[in-house]
Protein backbone atom coordinates (compact mmCIF):
# COMPACT_ATOMS: atom_id res chain seq x y z
CA UNK A 1 0.00 0.00 0.00
CA UNK A 2 1.22 3.56 -0.75
CA UNK A 3 2.33 5.89 1.87
CA UNK A 4 0.18 8.84 2.33
CA UNK A 5 2.72 11.11 0.59
CA UNK A 6 2.84 8.77 -2.66
CA UNK A 7 -0.36 9.20 -2.72
CA UNK A 8 -0.39 13.08 -2.21
CA UNK A 9 2.11 13.49 -4.71
CA UNK A 10 0.41 11.31 -7.66
CA UNK A 11 -2.77 13.33 -6.74
CA UNK A 12 -1.14 16.44 -7.07
CA UNK A 13 0.32 15.62 -10.47
CA UNK A 14 -2.90 14.26 -11.75
CA UNK A 15 -5.01 17.19 -11.10
CA UNK A 16 -2.30 19.41 -12.12
CA UNK A 17 -2.06 17.18 -15.69
CA UNK A 18 -5.99 17.85 -15.75
CA UNK A 19 -5.18 21.35 -15.28
CA UNK A 20 -2.89 21.74 -18.28
CA UNK A 21 -4.49 19.70 -20.33
CA UNK A 22 -8.35 21.94 -19.98
CA UNK A 23 -5.88 25.14 -20.23
CA UNK A 24 -4.51 23.91 -24.03
CA UNK A 25 -8.34 22.53 -24.65
CA UNK A 26 -9.51 26.22 -24.06
CA UNK A 27 -6.71 27.91 -25.50
CA UNK A 28 -6.96 25.90 -29.07
CA UNK A 29 -10.61 26.61 -29.42
CA UNK A 30 -10.02 29.95 -28.65
CA UNK A 31 -7.70 29.91 -31.34
CA UNK A 32 -9.91 28.14 -33.73
CA UNK A 33 -13.67 29.63 -33.69
CA UNK A 34 -13.27 33.37 -31.78
CA UNK A 35 -10.15 34.94 -33.26
CA UNK A 36 -11.60 36.92 -36.44
CA UNK A 37 -10.81 36.16 -39.84
CA UNK A 38 -8.23 37.77 -42.07
CA UNK A 39 -9.53 41.78 -43.65
CA UNK A 40 -10.02 41.24 -46.93
CA UNK A 41 -8.52 44.49 -47.34
CA UNK A 42 -11.80 46.38 -48.42
CA UNK A 43 -12.81 49.51 -46.38
CA UNK A 44 -15.93 49.80 -44.83
CA UNK A 45 -18.63 51.25 -47.03
CA UNK A 46 -19.30 54.72 -44.88
CA UNK A 47 -15.47 55.12 -44.95
CA UNK A 48 -15.82 55.74 -48.77
CA UNK A 49 -18.81 58.45 -48.95
CA UNK A 50 -17.83 61.34 -47.27
CA UNK A 51 -20.77 63.03 -47.00
CA UNK A 52 -22.42 61.71 -44.61
Known sequence: MKSTE???KT???TFVA???A???IIA???L???TPAEPD???APHAIDQSK
Open 6 to 8: ERA
Open 11 to 13: GMM
Open 28 to 30: GSY
Open 32 to 34: MFW
Open 41 to 43: GQP
Open 18 to 20: AIF
Open 22 to 24: IAL
